[in-house]
């Protein structure tokens, strides 16, 4: 079965195409400056038609979709009523929801009859217990606005987590794995059982740890008195959390790590500040997610920095453990979500139950009334 893996942002379209269940990558790409000026691909219907120009035969197109609220816990067959729930959810994440659904509508009308299967970034985070998700707020907006913890990167998580048990030859469901997603964008996850149990972003992927240019945790009462410092509108200090924050905002260089380690060796004190920083906050959680797991079998490492950058990993791990007996597995695995969303719509398609899949009767992806 030949399954084409899509992943559509705003001006582009990543795509492979995987033969399944061989697990083969057949075709691999990437379609970019859509809608750009001066781009000839004006949509992403011009983008997905040249894709698929290259491509002799599709069976079944997996779509990754960042964020499915409480809707959606699992990989799902696209329909009408999953559409209109997408959408919905598109006030939780406005920047990627919109360019999923993009992707996903070109394909209904350029592969009439082939089934498409959504999955989600947030769905693997759905087993987070109550107290994990819950905010100290009101709970008036946990149910009127979904105001909680979602996560994220929550299929790297999970390809990671499931790949390492493989190379241990144990069972994930016997297993306690830190997962490290450390790239521009930074996660770790708790997964216990093959469950992710907690997870450091949150309502947005702004929570959690120091990344390139998102701040990570700070004190909530930091954004009224930086407004009222800076004279910022909400959409000004919005942009410096997200965009001027992190490893660029503390360094002052920049928000690549391979830049920054140059730096560092050269004696630049604020390369080695966002360094520090950002190792820290990650042993921070680290020693968190061991102490709700009650140990942990291995660390795991992925993404850009997770994979490349072999000292700042030694620099993580040193120390993290002593307090164990036992000292986990340290493993350094690449990431391959498009594997990852192959293999789910994959045995989605294949479940007998794939006509009884229903979507989640809760009601999280209310943003406002």
Same mark, same amino acid.
């Given at each position: 079965?030949?399954?084409?893996?899509?992943?559509?942002?705003?001006?582009?379209?990543?795509?492979?195409?995987?033969?399944?269940?061989?697990?083969?990558?057949?075709?691999?790409?990437?379609?970019?400056?859509?809608?750009?000026?001066? $781009?000839?691909?004006?949509?992403?219907?011009?983008?997905?038609?040249?894709?698929?120009?290259?491509?002799?035969?599709?069976?079944?197109?997996?779509?990754?979709?960042?964020?499915?609220?409480?809707?959606?816990?699992?990989?799902?067959?696209? +329909?009408? /009523?999953?559409?209109?729930?997408?959408?919905?959810? $598109?006030?939780? @994440?406005?920047?990627?929801?919109?360019? +999923?659904?993009?992707?996903?509508?070109?394909?209904?009308?350029?592969?009439?009859?082939?089934?498409?299967?959504?999955?989600?970034?947030?769905?693997?985070?759905?087993?987070?217990?109550?107290? %994990?998700?819950?905010?100290?707020?009101?709970?008036?907006?946990?149910?009127?606005?979904?105001?909680?913890?979602?996560?994220?990167?929550?299929?790297?998580?999970?390809?990671?987590?499931?790949?390492?048990?493989? #190379?241990?030859?144990?069972?994930?469901?016997?297993?306690?794995?830190?997962? &490290?997603?450390?790239?521009?964008?930074? $996660?770790?996850? @708790?997964?216990?059982?093959?469950?992710?149990?907690?997870?450091?972003?949150?309502?947005?992927?702004?929570?959690?740890?120091?990344?390139?240019?998102?701040?990570?945790?700070?004190?909530?009462?930091?954004?009224?008195?930086?407004?009222?410092?800076?004279?910022? +509108?909400?959409?000004?200090?919005?942009?410096?959390?997200?965009?001027?924050?992190?490893?660029?905002?503390?360094?002052?260089?920049?928000?690549?790590?391979?830049?920054?380690?140059?730096?560092?060796?050269?004696?630049?004190?604020?390369? #080695?500040?966002?360094?520090?920083?950002?190792?820290?906050?990650?042993?921070?959680?680290?020693?968190?997610?061991?102490?709700?797991? %009650?140990?942990?079998?291995?660390?795991?490492?992925?993404?850009?920095?997770?994979?490349?950058?072999?000292?700042?990993?030694?620099?993580?791990?040193?120390? @993290?453990?002593?307090?164990?007996?036992?000292?986990?597995?340290?493993?350094?695995? /690449?990431?391959?979500?498009?594997?990852?969303?192959?293999?789910?719509?994959? +045995?989605?398609?294949?479940? /007998?139950?794939? $006509?009884?899949?229903?979507?989640?009767?809760?009601? @999280? &992806?209310? &943003?406002?009334?």
């Amino acid at each position: 079965m030949k399954i084409l893996v899509i992943n559509s942002g705003s001006s582009s379209i990543k795509y492979k195409l995987f033969d399944m269940p061989q697990e083969q990558n057949k075709v691999a790409g990437v379609i970019e400056h859509i809608g750009e000026k001066g $781009s000839k691909i004006q949509d992403h219907y011009m983008g997905l038609r040249i894709v698929l120009g290259k491509l002799k035969h599709v069976d079944a197109v997996g779509h990754r979709v960042v964020h499915g609220a409480e809707k959606f816990k699992k990989p799902i067959l696209i +329909n009408a /009523p999953v559409i209109r729930k997408i959408r919905q959810c $598109s006030c939780l @994440a406005p920047l990627h929801n919109p360019a +999923n659904l993009a992707g996903i509508l070109a394909c209904k009308k350029l592969l009439p009859g082939i089934r498409q299967i959504a999955v989600f970034d947030t769905a693997f985070h759905q087993t987070l217990p109550a107290h %994990a998700y819950i905010y100290g707020l009101p709970y008036e907006y946990y149910k009127r606005f979904g105001v909680r913890k979602y996560g994220f990167h929550g299929t790297s998580h999970q390809y990671v987590a499931h790949e390492a048990a493989r #190379r241990l030859n144990k069972q994930i469901s016997k297993l306690k794995i830190i997962t &490290c997603h450390l790239g521009n964008g930074c $996660s770790i996850a @708790a997964v216990e059982g093959g469950r992710s149990i907690d997870t450091s972003m949150g309502f947005t992927p702004l929570e959690g740890l120091i990344m390139g240019t998102r701040c990570g945790d700070i004190d909530p009462a930091l954004v009224t008195y930086i407004m009222q410092k800076k004279k910022f +509108n909400i959409f000004q200090v919005e942009n410096t959390l997200n965009k001027s924050s992190g490893l660029k905002g503390i360094s002052g260089i920049s928000n690549d790590m391979r830049i920054l380690e140059g730096k560092r060796k050269k004696r630049d004190d604020r390369a #080695r500040l966002a360094i520090d920083i950002f190792i820290y906050r990650i042993k921070k959680y680290i020693g968190a997610y061991t102490t709700i797991m %009650a140990g942990c079998d291995a660390l795991v490492f992925t993404g850009g920095i997770g994979e490349n950058q072999k000292r700042i990993r030694k620099e993580i791990y040193k120390g @993290a453990f002593s307090h164990l007996k036992k000292k986990p597995k340290i493993l350094v695995i /690449p990431a391959n979500e498009e594997l990852m969303i192959a293999r789910q719509a994959y +045995n989605l398609i294949r479940s /007998p139950q794939l $006509s009884t899949v229903q979507i989640s009767s809760k009601s @999280a &992806c209310n &943003c406002g009334d």
